[in-house]
């Protein structure tokens, strides 16, 4: 038996030592409130804008958004738009619990087992101000819209995640709910956890070429014992 066959035979070479999650659609249940607030941000300031193209848009950062949604306008008007459009966010979100119900449970069951790391393509500042803090503690490193060279599907924000939890391809996976998660975790050669709880069906989700579907974030837990995932 040659090196890398002793290797690959060693069953921890096969759990994961990380798991990485996308935020908006997995973790909370927030898309409305962001597409309503771009309606109404759209409205005030005068640009028709329809929410079919906010939904088949609404996994990118917001600098994609502004021309997709807005075509070419300048960077005062941008900045007029986003800003209201947060305003918003925030007053439909407050005294709202945006959490899907099993959230608190699977990461403090994954937080035991393996180190946690988070890529989104929303701003910091919605993390912050939306996630409990004693949740948001459990993630060793994080990176957001507003800290990214190149968004996902790009897979540079998911690799440099990697990099600062010091893991290779195959002791990490990905856990997202768009096509645009299955593609940067496709290019960053690692396996895709597909929750459809966003805004792309299972259906979309399985032809994109994710590794699991899941129906809700509760049944990861059940899959990565089961298949061997977690000590």
């Not at 935020?23 to 909370?28: A, I, K, M």
Request: net charge negative; charged share 25%; proline share 5%.
């Amino acid at each position: 038996m040659s090196f890398s066959e002793i290797l690959a035979s060693f069953p921890l070479i096969d759990m994961f030592k990380a798991i990485i999650f996308d935020f908006n659609g997995v973790l909370v249940n927030d898309l409305r409130f962001h597409e309503e607030a771009y309606l109404l941000a759209a409205k005030e300031t005068g640009f028709p804008l329809a929410l079919e193209t906010i939904q088949r848009h609404i996994s990118t950062t917001p600098g994609q958004k502004r021309n997709l949604y807005f075509g070419d306008i300048s960077d005062e008007t941008w900045n007029e738009i986003f800003k209201l459009k947060t305003k918003y966010y925030f007053d439909l979100i407050e005294g709202e619990n945006p959490l899907f119900p099993e959230v608190e449970d699977v990461l403090h069951f994954l937080g035991r087992q393996c180190l946690l790391g988070l890529v989104s393509n929303t701003p910091r500042e919605y993390f912050e101000k939306v996630f409990p803090k004693h949740l948001a503690s459990l993630f060793r490193e994080s990176i957001f819209g507003d800290e990214m060279r190149h968004p996902k599907p790009s897979p540079e924000p998911l690799l440099e995640v990697m990099r600062r939890l010091d893991v290779v391809s195959g002791q990490c996976c990905y856990v997202g709910d768009s096509l645009s998660d299955v593609q940067m975790a496709k290019k960053a050669g690692i396996k895709i956890f597909s929750v459809a709880t966003g805004d792309n069906t299972s259906e979309e989700l399985r032809v994109a070429g994710s590794d699991w579907i899941l129906n809700r974030l509760s049944e990861l837990k059940d899959k990565l014992i089961s298949d061997d995932y977690l000590s």
